[in-house]
């Protein structure tokens, strides 16, 4: 049996089931209380009655006895007590196909570019197992990001799980788009989650570009959306990015950001009655956070890499949701505000930067040179101070001195031009080169 003939079938199933209408019992906030209808965690149901004004959908969050606390995924103009409900009998589901390259999707994965419509594609469920751990593959293979900085001293592996972790106005959106345009991956998949409306056409026509958009799946969720929207973008993303991967395809997922979602998830815990803890965010969010991430990564066909960027609250990275973060994925990109505000794009803090691949995905000659642009960036900052003052002795330390003397040529290859890409193999043989002093 083909899937179009499994959910026509499914479609004509649920067309002869008797549609039970609920009411609401009260409305608290974001939540919306519910009782009459028969539901799970998860399931949606459609609060008004649409003969006489809109049909909003919402999720079910809790269940206390017969009652289940639903939490919109839309406005609540119009709906008061009293107000029908009707259950859908399900979880939300979104179409896949390859049909979605190249679209920009709602947080719900309905189009919003004015394209034309999803016709015949599958519809999925946006929750899915993660990979079982010893049916993933190891992560083997690098994959360039276009950054010299991050595919020499920062390596990605296809399939690996990054971070980027900065404050707020520091350059995280600038290097996703640099990212999304320079990566040799198959497919991205883009989630803006939480992003200021403003910026959104700026990111995808200045930042992506039509070559960059051609190539990936935008999935966007302003964050003027109610909260539910918001979290639900970030796994309409990774389920998108799932299809693909289980297509075989090795695809980049992007995801703006992580803190944002799980700041949604925060409205939703206590707007469904979870007791505030670290900072105010309840235990959900700590479960949400494993339960998204894992779901990246290799998989038997295919792999996932994903980059996720991450808002440190006050420059503070060891706040709980970068320290969360920081110890589920497979290392971290750390951007700095001084070097941001001194000009230096991209703002990458090289030695607070960490690929636990990075053994796995280089070449010892490449490692070496690594380790040895390292070791020179560590012994300037070492006596940076000693030399502004004067107090620096020339042959106290080699590596300070080498570093001095190439300063300048180091600084050049650290930075790049937003425009700028550079495959991986050309960024290390620009290494190897300042290396040799050439």
Known sequence: ?????????????????????????????????????????????????????????????????????????????????????????????????????????????????????????????????????????????????????????????????????????????????????????EISVVGLVGERGREVREFIENDLGPEGLARSVVVIATSDQPPLVRLRAGFVATRIAEYFRDGGSDV????????????????VGLSAGEPPATRGYPPSVFALLPRLLERAGPAPTGSITGLYTVLVEGDDHNEPIADSARSILDGHITLDRRLATSGHFPSIDVLESVSRVANAVTTPEQRANAIALRRMLAAQRDVRELVEIGAYVTGTNPDADRARELWPRINDFLRQDMDDTTPAPRAWQMLDTLLAGG
């Open 252 to 267: 980049l997922l992007l995801m703006d950001s992580l803190t944002r979602t799980a700041m949604a998830q925060r409205e």
């Open 1 to 185: 049996m083909t899937s179009a003939l499994r959910q026509r079938l499914a479609a004509a199933a649920q067309a002869a089931h008797p549609r039970v209408s609920g009411r609401v019992v009260s409305i608290i906030g974001l939540s919306v209380t519910v009782a009459g209808v028969e539901g799970r965690v998860g399931d949606l149901v459609e609060i008004g009655d649409p003969a006489t004004g809109g049909v909003v959908p919402a999720e079910v969050v809790s269940i206390t006895g017969d009652r289940l606390a639903c939490l919109p995924l839309g406005p609540l103009s119009g709906i008061g007590t009293g107000s029908p409900v009707v259950s859908t009998g399900g979880p939300l589901r979104i179409p896949v196909g390859p049909q979605l390259r190249g679209r920009i999707l709602d947080g719900l994965g309905r189009p919003m570019d004015g394209g034309p419509a999803l016709f015949g594609l599958e519809h999925v469920p946006v929750e899915n197992e993660a990979p079982v751990a010893l049916a993933r593959g190891r992560v083997l293979e690098p994959l360039s990001l276009g950054v010299r900085a991050l595919d020499t001293l920062v390596p990605c592996g296809r399939g690996q799980r990054m971070g980027i972790f900065a404050g707020s106005g520091v350059g995280k959106s600038s290097l996703m788009s640099m990212i999304t345009r320079g990566t040799d991956a």
